[in-house]
């Protein structure tokens, strides 16, 4: 309640009489929602989502997303892949940094190489482990060499973790460069401009500008429906329901077809979790469509750890207990939650659950609560780092493989899942690699690892006037790609 509260207090507050639509001549203004957007590496750790925002269009990587999640050049102006997906070779385009000194292969080569390095803590580091090393071929040429075929890492790059960030004096190459403007904002310019214009005095098109905050989700809304600003990003799961609080028009609210994990990961394999049957009781008491409905009614629940096939030998591993209708899977669990107790007489039936804050994360709670509640355990709501049974997933596959899905969501596993998981990383060949995913899912889904619930909720608000903005399946939108005219 607290966040409705301040949402009302800042809708008085900044309460406009406008109505009308923003001018396509000013500046495109965007907020993004999280805190103070800055240029740092994904080797000191995970970017928060303004930073990862800023990174992205000031310091692009080999290459980039475009405004529909496909993949398009960026530093590197073209490549090839070869000896079977062990190999990606780079053409690196004439570039500048923001003080305008060339960009060599070899400062190319050692950002990378420092992300993907011993001491990176960069959450991509699982799925860049593959890489054995980046070297210089020539002054405009580099090349990835791979301990194994990869032939899908091309999303990997487009990440903005895999950002190409100079030593020292952090800087990147663009597509835009920071220049002086509004205090609280970081105003951008695209590269181009500046170099035609000189760095010292960019061309005074504010067409052309962007500016870019972070700032609470109660603020970027309420500036948003004041029409003080022209787009919205990084909305989760949440904070949606302030959308309906602030009465935002419906036109306005983007959704996209993001692909990755909502759910619950078991963390703790003790007490009644200490069995995959008791685990699996968990699974089938959550009543998923009366979950979703609570925040969109077309927000689609799932039962797979899966989104699809992707890269594994077979379809996602369907549970067992699917077909039975929610009443009889209820009753399953509660089954299993009073065999618990008649033979542990002292144990605890108690559940910690760690979840966001967020006033979606207090309605999903209180859903997932009552229905824990409903087969006899007893549900408790901690903090996301605190000691818990259950910890909440809510994240975006960063490319199309079915190990991400697998690591990601197997937290605390034992060894033998590990092992079967790693195995997938291992293999020498695609296809062994494929057959590795297709039987470290069917065993991830019968021990219970992980309760899937839907695939994770991503919104934008979006004015009119943005005609270029586009959802997509990556859920990431640069800022090249919100108008006609692009950087």
């Excluded at 009302?8 to 406009?16: E, H, K, M, R, V």
């Excluded at 990997?156 to 030593?167: D, G, N, S, T, Y």
């Excluded at 329901?241 to 909502?262: E, K, M, S, W």
């Excluded at 493989?401 to 291992?426: E, F, K, N, Q």
Aim: some cysteine; hydrophobic content about 45%; overall charge neutral.
């Amino acid at each position: 309640m607290r966040h409705l509260r301040l949402l009302t207090a800042a809708l008085i507050a900044l309460a406009t009489p406008g109505c009308e639509r923003r001018p396509d001549d000013l500046a495109v203004t965007v907020s993004v929602i999280g805190g103070n957007p800055g240029l740092r590496s994904s080797a000191e750790g995970r970017l928060p989502e303004p930073s990862r925002v800023y990174t992205a269009a000031i310091a692009q990587g080999l290459v980039r997303y475009d405004g529909a999640g496909g993949v398009v050049p960026g530093l590197a102006e073209r490549w090839i892949v070869t000896d079977g997906g062990r190999s990606y070779i780079f053409r690196l385009r004439p570039a500048q940094w923001a003080d305008a000194s060339p960009v060599t292969a070899k400062q190319v080569v050692d950002s990378l190489t420092r992300t993907i390095g011993p001491r990176s803590r960069t959450p991509l580091e699982p799925f860049l482990a593959v890489i054995d090393e980046v070297v210089e071929m020539t002054p405009q040429v580099i090349e990835v060499r791979l301990k194994r075929p990869r032939p899908d890492l091309l999303k990997l790059f487009a990440q903005p973790e895999l950002a190409i960030v100079r030593a020292g004096d952090p800087s990147g190459t663009g597509p835009f460069r920071t220049v002086p403007g509004r205090p609280g904002w970081r105003a951008l310019r695209p590269a181009d401009d500046m170099a035609e214009a000189g760095a010292e005095e960019p061309a005074a098109d504010e067409n052309e500008t962007v500016l870019l905050r972070g700032e609470r989700a109660a603020s970027a809304i309420v500036r948003f429906v004041a029409r003080q600003s022209d787009l919205v990003l990084g909305g989760s799961f949440r904070d949606l329901p302030l959308l309906t609080h602030a009465q935002v028009p419906p036109a306005n609210i983007r959704i996209d077809p993001a692909a990755g994990l909502f759910g619950l990961a078991i963390v703790s394999r003790e007490g009644f979790l200490a069995t995959a049957e008791n685990r699996r009781a968990i699974a089938m008491a959550i009543d998923r469509p009366a979950l979703t409905a609570l925040f969109r009614p077309d927000w689609q629940p799932v039962e797979t750890l899966l989104s699809g096939r992707l890269d594994s030998a077979a379809e996602p591993t369907i549970p067992q207990w699917q077909a039975l209708p929610f009443a009889e899977r209820q009753a399953l669990a509660r089954s299993r939650v009073d065999a618990w107790r008649a033979d542990h007489r002292d144990g605890s039936l108690a559940i910690r659950i760690a979840m966001p804050d967020g006033p979606g994360a207090t309605l999903a709670w209180g859903r997932i609560a009552r229905d824990l509640r409903d087969i006899g355990l007893q549900p408790y709501r901690v903090g996301m780092r605190a000691p818990a049974e259950l910890r909440l997933i809510d994240e975006v596959a960063p490319y199309d493989s079915g190990r991400w899905y697998l690591v990601t969501a197997c937290r605390s596993c034992p060894d033998d899942l590990t092992t079967l998981i790693d195995a997938a990383r291992d293999a020498e060949t695609l296809p062994e690699r494929s057959a590795r995913i297709a039987a470290a899912d069917l065993a991830v889904s019968e021990d219970g690892a992980y309760i899937p619930i839907a695939q994770p909720l991503r919104w934008s608000l979006v004015a009119v006037r943005l005609q270029a903005w586009q959802e997509n399946g990556p859920a990431w939108h640069p800022l090249t790609h919100l108008r006609s005219a692009q950087p």
